[in-house]
């Protein structure tokens, strides 16, 4: 069993991360665990027409974002399993990132993942706004030096999405390959898949 924590916090994209509750939800070797900020529910208002449920409701445990005490905020619960647990943070706002180059994390989405960062265990922050200030530019190499996966939300084509479903699922199996989660969910192979002339 391999714990996984999802932490959403209030960027656009909650289809994203609804639709990777969804895939890890399906795996039955991971025990996903998920927070969602109160930013991320005013996006789900804005996105999904929906609550936190939507997404709390897919995963084996769930946590108040302004629970502090709960056990992702200490070091001892990542480590409680045969492999150490990873954080997902899918999306992250500006906000969290800058709490989270900061150091001053306000709540649990953003506890956590600082927690993961003092563990030097896996942190992957899927982060979306654009265009790019030099604050946030600063903050992202900033994390990126304490440890964690910055992988900006942007998506590839040249796996020949259908769909948005496929855009999604194929960005969920980048996100999986980082914390090397197995997946059958595309990978690009080079000229097998390239466009015959
Ligand atoms: C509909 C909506 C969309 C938003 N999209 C983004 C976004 O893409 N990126 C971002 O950094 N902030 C975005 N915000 C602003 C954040 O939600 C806001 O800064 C919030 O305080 C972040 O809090 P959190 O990081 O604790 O969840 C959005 C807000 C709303 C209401």
Redesign the pocket.
Same mark, same amino acid.
């Given at each position: 069993m391999r714990d996984i924590l999802v932490g959403v =916090? #209030? !960027?656009?994209?909650m289809p994203l991360a609804l639709c990777l509750l969804r895939l890890l939800a399906a795996m039955p070797d991971v025990r996903t665990h998920c927070i969602v900020? =109160? #930013? !991320?529910a005013?996006?789900l208002r804005?996105?999904c027409d929906a609550g936190p449920e939507l997404l709390t409701t897919l995963a084996d445990a769930c946590y108040a974002a302004d629970d502090l005490g709960a056990g992702p905020a200490g070091g001892s619960w990542w480590r409680r399993g045969d492999t150490p647990a990873a954080m997902l943070l899918v999306?992250c706002?500006?906000?969290?990132?800058g709490?989270l180059a900061s150091g001053a994390t306000r709540?649990l989405?953003?506890r956590a993942a600082d927690v993961a960062l003092k563990e030097s265990l896996p942190l992957v922050l899927v982060t979306?706004?654009s265009p790019l200030s030099a604050v946030h530019l600063r903050n992202m190499l900033t994390l990126r030096e304490a440890g964690a996966v910055i992988m900006p939300f942007s998506p590839g084509f040249y796996l020949r999405p259908q769909s948005l479903d496929d855009l999604l699922a194929q960005t969920c199996g980048r996100i999986f390959d980082q914390i090397g989660l197995p997946h059958n969910l595309g990978r690009w192979t080079g000229s097998e898949t390239a466009r015959p002339r």
């Amino acid at each position: 069993m391999r714990d996984i924590l999802v932490g959403v =916090s #209030g !960027a656009s994209g909650m289809p994203l991360a609804l639709c990777l509750l969804r895939l890890l939800a399906a795996m039955p070797d991971v025990r996903t665990h998920c927070i969602v900020s =109160s #930013g !991320a529910a005013a996006v789900l208002r804005a996105e999904c027409d929906a609550g936190p449920e939507l997404l709390t409701t897919l995963a084996d445990a769930c946590y108040a974002a302004d629970d502090l005490g709960a056990g992702p905020a200490g070091g001892s619960w990542w480590r409680r399993g045969d492999t150490p647990a990873a954080m997902l943070l899918v999306p992250c706002s500006m906000g969290t990132l800058g709490a989270l180059a900061s150091g001053a994390t306000r709540n649990l989405v953003q506890r956590a993942a600082d927690v993961a960062l003092k563990e030097s265990l896996p942190l992957v922050l899927v982060t979306r706004e654009s265009p790019l200030s030099a604050v946030h530019l600063r903050n992202m190499l900033t994390l990126r030096e304490a440890g964690a996966v910055i992988m900006p939300f942007s998506p590839g084509f040249y796996l020949r999405p259908q769909s948005l479903d496929d855009l999604l699922a194929q960005t969920c199996g980048r996100i999986f390959d980082q914390i090397g989660l197995p997946h059958n969910l595309g990978r690009w192979t080079g000229s097998e898949t390239a466009r015959p002339r």
